[in-house]
C-alpha cells in the first residue's frame, strides 16, 4: 500500500511562487511515475506534470517553463515548483503515483490572486 500526503498549498499574488510536496510512503518498488494533476473549480482534471522513474520530465504546455517537478528518494518527497504563477493556475493540486494502481495524495489549494 502506498500513501501520499500533498502539501505546500496555498494563497499567492500573481507572479509569485510556491512550492508543493508530496510525501509518500509504502512500497515504491513497483511506482514508474510520479505526476502533479490540477483540478479548478468546474473544470476536469488535468495532468500537469510528470516525472517517470528513468528519469524524463513533461509538463503540461501552459505551465513549461514556470513549473518543475522534482523527488528526492532520500526525504520520500516529489515536489512540484511553481513559479511565475498566475490567476489561472488556481486550483486543486493532487500528487499521483502510477504503479499496477494508481494511488491519489487528498489535495491541497492553490489560490493565485491579487
Known amino acids: 500500500q502506498v500513501k501520499l500526503v500533498d502539501t505546500g498549498g496555498g494563497m499567492v499574488q500573481p507572479g509569485g511562487s510556491l512550492r508543493l510536496s508530496c510525501t509518500f510512503s509504502?512500497?515504491?518498488?513497483?511506482?514508474?511515475?510520479m505526476n502533479w494533476y490540477r483540478q479548478a473549480p468546474g473544470k476536469q482534471r488535468e495532468l500537469v506534470a510528470s516525472?517517470?522513474?528513468?528519469?524524463?520530465?513533461n509538463y503540461a504546455d501552459s505551465v513549461k517553463g514556470r513549473f518543475t517537478i522534482s523527488r528526492d528518494n532520500a526525504k520520500s518527497t516529489a515536489y512540484l515548483q511553481m513559479n511565475s504563477l498566475k490567476p489561472e493556475d488556481t486550483a486543486v493540486y493532487y500528487c499521483?503515483?502510477?504503479?499496477?494502481?494508481?494511488?491519489w495524495g487528498q489535495g491541497t489549494q492553490v489560490t493565485v490572486s491579487s
Open positions: 499521483n503515483a502510477v504503479g499496477m494502481i494508481g494511488y
Open positions: 509504502g512500497n515504491m518498488f513497483n511506482i514508474y511515475a
Open positions: 516525472a517517470t522513474s528513468g528519469g524524463s520530465t
